[in-house]
Nanobody
Framework: QVQLVESGGGLVQAGGSLRLSCAASGRTFSSYAMGWFRQAPGKEREFAAGISRSGGGTFYAESVKGRFTISRDNAKNTAYLQINSLKPEDTAVYYC?????????????????WGQGTQVTVSS
């Protein structure tokens, strides 16, 4: 069992930056690939970024490439999502998710555990 807790969201002006954190419980964090998803108001949840369990491989949605950076610190049981050059369309609840196995995917159903989400609101 893995419990995930996101933090770092908030209200920020367009052009600003945020770093989201996802703290995981348990001693097996390094066994899981991690993903960040987001759900904008009135829209379905969508994949944003993923990272392999070792941290050596990352994967991004086309819409966020160049602005989002996913990373992890297995010693701290934490995954991160750095978001730069924020846009109003980045406004969403951001969720982290854990998937057993080495590789990340963009498919929600592939993930075994989810956090409760953290709200990011970008003002224009």
């Amino acid at each position: 069992q893995v419990q995930l807790v996101e933090s770092g969201g908030g209200l920020v002006q367009a052009g600003g930056s945020l770093r989201l954190s996802c703290a995981a419980s348990g001693r097996t964090f390094s066994s899981y690939a991690m993903g960040w998803f987001r759900q904008a108001p009135g829209k379905e949840r969508e994949f944003a970024a993923g990272i392999s369990r070792s941290g050596g491989g990352t994967f991004y949605a086309e819409s966020v490439k160049g602005r989002f950076t996913i990373s992890r610190d297995n010693a701290k049981n934490t995954a991160y999502l750095q978001i730069n050059s924020l846009k109003p369309e980045d406004t969403a609840v951001y969720y982290c998710a854990a998937r057993r196995g080495p590789w990340t995917t963009a498919t929600e159903a592939d993930y075994d555990y989810w956090g409760q989400g953290t709200q990011v609101t970008v003002s224009s």
